[in-house]
């Protein structure tokens, strides 16, 4: 329990590690005026393994999105590898998320949600006064049902999202693959991700992180401010 306090996951660090540089790497950096497919593949597949290696050792626990990471590196690559067409990038895209949101419903199932680990964590909240405060007002069996609400409501802006990758991908990506024409739509493609899906994406989980919130103050009896995490000196 100790341990795990003085050595808190740093959120920004592993989607950065495990999502923004494969993805970076494999659509700017792969290409034959850069490293080529197979290292290009090979360089997007060190940051999710490493980090992972980190997180294994300095934790002791398997990070999930590391994991996905990997897979989502793996199958990119290897697509691209095999000149793969647009069909089974689209299957990829809507595969990836489509796995999160299913990955967020069974962890209902283990001791750790998925749920917990990015909402409810003492990096954000204050989970010891939170967890006192059930205790003391006996609302725990409230809380559980508010987590697996909240979780409910993550996994289906996963399963939305998975969709409208999809469909995105079917639209924009036309051109015969590995060719400079199928590249740029792909280019074109991973530009519209963020005002068409991941934007979307990001007020469905905040509108689902305030919920959380105000469902913790009616719980607790604490105001916003007692249950987020504060620095006090």
Sequence with gaps: MAEAKTKPENMLLNLVCNIVVPTVVLMKFSTDRWLGPLWGLVVA???????????????????????????????SGGLGLLKADGFWFAVKDAAVPSLIGIAVLVSLRTKTPLVHQLFFND????????????????????????MRNASIALALSFLVSAVLNFGLARYILKSPPATPAFNEELG???????????????????????????????????????????EKK
């Design 45 to 75: 597949l060190i940051p999710p393994v490493g980090y992972g290696i980190y997180d294994l050792v300095t934790r002791k626990k398997t990070n999930f999105l590391s994991v996905l990471g990997f897979v989502s590196v793996l199958l």
């Design 123 to 146: 990096q954000i909240l204050d989970v010891a006064r939170v967890e006192a405060a059930l205790d003391e007002r006996g609302t725990r069996a409230g809380f559980a049902r508010l």
């Design 188 to 230: 074109k493609m991973h530009i519209l991700v963020w005002p068409v899906i991941v934007i979307p994406s990001m007020v469905v989980m905040m509108t689902v992180f305030w919920k959380l919130v105000s469902g913790l103050s009616k719980l607790t009896g604490l105001t916003t401010d007692e249950i987020f995490k504060t």
